[in-house]
């Protein structure tokens, strides 16, 4: 059973920096395909950044060059906008070659980040 546990959220001011974490084993660190998605209020799921099964990382253009993925699955979040306000959710899946939260298997209960302006 694939567990997952998220922390790092909080509130900030614009511009400012997060680093939201995912714990779980080490064989879903090493195997798995994992990634992380947001849902603000009133919004469908999205994907945020995710590394996929060739390794190759991939992130949504609206955070590209304010967000990195870790190979531990620990998602840096800089120059943060009231725009990301959201609950952040960890997910991972055996397989995958997209940011789609329907690709996704297994979900945290997720972190919650405010950015206020």
């Known amino acids: 059973q694939v567990q997952l546990v998220e922390s790092g959220g909080g509130s900030v001011q614009a511009g400012g920096s997060l680093r939201l974490s995912c714990e779980t084993s080490?064989?879903?660190?090493?195997?798995?395909?994992m990634g992380w998605f947001r849902q603000a209020p009133g919004k469908e799921r999205e994907g945020v950044a995710a590394?996929?099964s060739d390794g190759r990382k991939w992130y949504v253009d609206s955070v590209k060059g304010r967000f990195t993925l870790s190979q531990g699955n620990e998602l840096q979040m800089n120059s943060l906008k009231p725009d990301d306000t959201a609950m952040y959710y960890c997910?991972?899946?055996?397989?995958?070659?997209?940011?789609?939260?329907?690709?996704?298997?297994?979900w945290g209960q997720g972190t919650q980040v405010t950015v206020s302006s």
């Open positions: 080490r064989k879903v660190y090493v195997t798995y395909c």
């Open positions: 997910a991972a899946t055996y397989d995958c070659y997209s940011g789609s939260p329907a690709d996704f298997d297994h």
């Open positions: 590394r996929y």
